[in-house]
């Protein structure tokens, strides 16, 4: 429309029952648009919501091992630990050692490298084991998808 007072533009906006809203007030001079503002305000929500909807928050799943793990109950961990993959999670693995276990940390660390090696096909160790006081973690993270 060019340029033209405040006034004659709303003047404007008036008669077409819209509204006169600022796309760059700092600009100079100020750049407006004529526009139903009610419905541009249902459309950005509608926009909002439909990305809000495409988003998706990865959560940490822990899986709790221990130093003198069967080799069923293993196996039955690292299912777990696929299917918490699959669905986009993150695993945190970890051992907690109790009484004289905290004499032998390598156990430890052999199961939880002999775990990692178990699911490297379908998982990146994020952070390898690492011991914390008492308990040894490590966090797995899904392979990204090609």
């Known amino acids: 429309m060019g340029i033209m007072s405040a006034r004659d533009a709303l003047n404007l ?7 006169l809203v600022k796309i760059a007030p700092q600009a100079q001079p100020p750049v ?9 305000r249902f459309e950005q929500a509608k926009r909002e919501k439909e990305a809000k909807k495409n988003q998706r928050v990865v959560e940490i799943k822990e899986i709790r091992l221990s130093l003198n793990i069967d ?5 039955t961990k690292q299912n777990h630990a696929t299917r918490f993959l699959g ?3 993150k695993v945190k ?12 940390p390598e156990l430890g660390a052999d199961i939880m ?5 178990a699911l490297a096909d379908v998982a990146n160790v994020e952070k390898p084991a690492k011991l914390e006081g ?13």
């Open 113 to 117: 490298k002999r775990f990692a090696e």
């Open 71 to 75: 080799t069923h109950d293993f196996e």
């Open 87 to 89: 669905e986009g999670n």
């Open 93 to 104: 693995v970890s051992i907690r050692f109790r009484g004289r276990e905290m004499g032998h």
């Open 32 to 40: 407006c648009k004529i526009i139903d503002y009610g419905k541009y």
């Open 13 to 19: 906006a008036a008669e077409r029952n819209l509204d």
């Open 134 to 146: 008492r308990n040894m973690l490590m966090f797995l993270a899904p392979k990204p998808v090609k």
